[in-house]
């Protein structure tokens, strides 16, 4: 097949040489109204292109390779001295697979333990492309279905406004989890 970015021979999606030239991460924080911290690693026009990709079949592929390069190397080297749990945002009941999933898997370490279905957004509601007064409008009414009192990160793989992570960790003040900072993989702020 051909590297999607250079276009030359290679036996993966991404070419070893298009990932160390165009998709080295770099950690990087934005503090949102709320004072929730959201921590990523592209700013969305470098990875556009690979971010669209989630619409179709090798989404799938793309995702787990920017996860490789980002959240599994953040994992490796974040320490804590509790157990920390990993919520996926996008995730609502009718998607049975979701990109954000996948990129928590790679948060898994001695430390962070990923959890799936647990924060679950209850209308299937859409941010994409929408204004900020839809996206205030139209909650996502989330629901939390696992512990209180634990230390929790929240992932998305993009952050725009911020709504969807304010809302999630509004639910889960609800229980008394300690929301440590947002996770996502790149930062559409204009
Ligand atoms: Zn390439």
Same mark, same amino acid.
């Given at each position: 097949?051909?590297?999607?970015l250079?276009?030359?021979?290679? +036996?993966? $999606? ?8 165009h998709?080295?991460? /770099? ?5 949102l109204?709320n004072?929730l911290?959201?921590? =990523?690693? =592209?700013? $969305?026009k470098?990875?556009?292109?690979l971010?669209?990709s ?6 799938? *592929?793309?995702?787990?390779t920017?996860?490789?390069? /980002? *959240? ?5 080297s974040f +320490?804590?001295?509790? %157990?920390? $749990?990993a ?6 009941? %009718?998607?049975?697979y979701?990109?954000?999933?996948? +990129? /928590?898997?790679?948060? %898994? ?9 647990k ?7 859409s941010?994409?492309?929408?204004? +900020? ?8 009414? *989330?629901? $939390? ?10 992932v ?9 992570? /304010? ?13 440590? *900072? ?7 702020k204009?």
């Amino acid at each position: 097949m051909r590297c999607l970015l250079c276009q030359s021979w290679s +036996l993966r $999606y991404i070419c070893k040489t298009c990932e160390e030239l165009h998709l080295k991460p /770099s950690l990087q924080k934005r503090v949102l109204p709320n004072g929730l911290e959201v921590y =990523y690693f =592209y700013k $969305y026009k470098e990875i556009e292109e690979l971010i669209k990709s989630k619409y179709f079949f090798i989404g799938y *592929f793309i995702y787990r390779t920017l996860a490789r390069l /980002s *959240f599994k190397e953040f994992s490796k080297s974040f +320490l804590f001295d509790e %157990k920390v $749990y990993a919520f996926a945002c996008d995730a609502s009941i %009718k998607n049975g697979y979701s990109n954000t999933s996948l +990129l /928590s898997r790679y948060l %898994k370490s001695n430390t962070i333990k990923p959890l799936y279905n647990k924060l679950i957004s209850t209308t299937n509601i859409s941010y994409a492309g929408k204004t +900020l007064d839809f996206r205030l409008r139209n909650p996502k009414q *989330f629901e $939390y279905k696992f512990k209180s009192n634990i230390n929790a990160i929240l992932v998305d793989d993009t952050v725009v406004s911020g709504t969807t992570l /304010s809302q999630a960790e509004k639910e889960l003040a609800k229980y008394n989890v300690n929301v440590l *900072f947002a996770i996502t993989l790149c930062d559409a702020k204009e």
